[in-house]
């Protein structure tokens, strides 16, 4: 009885610091990386108005991703936890810590609900209305993942629902910057179209990986899928996104017309990469380990904000309306 008692001392704090690695994993640090959407926020109004580029604005900004971080790996922890059953149906996500059972359950709904209201009363220091596009992603991050609605089990809705987080990130990013406009209607459908291309894309090799029985049983919304009918939607998100973004460049900021060539770029080894097994467009916070696609993204981001700052005449010289005046 004696000798057992050493083993019983050492084997409790292992299993408290098993427990709370899984409870930092389901967290998903790693999946913060997705918040550079954000940036978009930040750069076109600042682009605006540079004034307002100086120490305060600094400050709100870094108050502002950390906020978001927040609120995203709040959503992360729901999203793990109320999926652990469904992910024990999946040849990798069966190694997440909530379907090895290494998470506590009333732990982590505690968890989700404070990081939760953190990240929004940050957000709340900054403005109200980054308080308020916070508290958005946060419910949204509930529509996606809790029942009744769960909108995640719902064909096209769970893509529509997912990518919607895209324009509410933009619009975090926006509000962290003070006194400026909101945004136009078409770079918010712009964006949320581009994150719905995205998320299909995802989908697509999910899709492809598990095959449709497989599928099936780790997503209820792949009962109504088929490759064929994930590749139509890839190609009307794409084309949506694309219609938008030139609608927003008529009317903001047209030197951004000469960076269609390295968006679609990006678009195309994105879609090819859903084509590969084990592919990294199912994991995004993997796409670092694509040279293709990271050297693509990296330069159609430099043109980008080249081009946010740069004037060019002769663009709007080249791209002004034909049609004679008395027939517009």
């Not at 024990?88 to 505690?110: M, W």
């Not at 769960?150 to 064909?155: A, G």
């Not at 017309?257 to 990469?273: K, N, T």
Request: hydrophobic share 50%; with cysteine.
């Amino acid at each position: 009885m004696q000798s057992a008692q050493p083993t019983t001392s050492v084997a409790a704090p292992e299993r408290f610091g098993e427990r709370i690695r899984a409870h930092i994993a389901i967290a998903r640090l790693d999946h913060t990386v997705k918040n550079v959407f954000a940036l978009p926020g930040v750069l076109i109004p600042l682009s605006m108005q540079p004034e307002l580029l100086n120490w305060q604005t600094g400050r709100r900004i870094a108050l502002g991703f950390l906020a978001l971080c927040l609120v995203a790996c709040s959503n992360y922890v729901i999203n793990e936890l109320l999926d652990a059953p469904y992910d024990r149906e999946h040849p990798v996500k069966r190694q997440r810590p909530a379907a090895l059972g290494l998470v506590s359950t009333p732990g982590a709904y505690a968890q989700w609900l404070l990081m939760g209201a953190a990240g929004i009363a940050i957000g709340l220091s900054v403005s109200s209305m980054l308080a308020a596009a916070l508290a958005a992603l946060w419910v949204m991050g509930c529509v996606y993942n809790l029942s009744p609605v769960r909108s995640k089990d719902r064909p096209w809705l769970d893509v529509l629902s997912e990518a919607i987080n895209n324009p509410l990130r933009l619009l975090i990013g926006w509000y962290m910057i003070p006194g400026v406009p909101m945004p136009t209607i078409s770079l918010l459908a712009s964006y949320w179209m581009i994150g719905c291309y995205f998320m299909a894309c995802k989908r697509f090799s999910e899709f492809r990986e598990i095959g449709p029985a497989g599928a099936a049983a780790y997503r209820r919304s792949f009962a109504y899928y088929t490759e064929k009918s994930l590749l139509v939607s890839i190609m009307f998100y794409a084309s949506a996104a694309m219609l938008f973004f030139g609608a927003f460049i008529m009317r903001y900021r047209m030197e951004l017309v000469l960076s269609f060539p390295s968006v679609a770029l990006v678009m195309a080894i994105y879609l090819h990469l859903s084509f590969e097994a084990a592919s990294p467009v199912q994991n995004p916070e993997k796409l670092h380990r694509s040279p293709a696609l990271m050297a693509a993204v990296i330069g159609c981001a430099a043109v980008m904000i080249v081009l946010l700052w740069t004037d060019i005449p002769a663009v709007y010289h080249l791209l002004q309306p034909t049609l004679r005046p008395h027939l517009r």
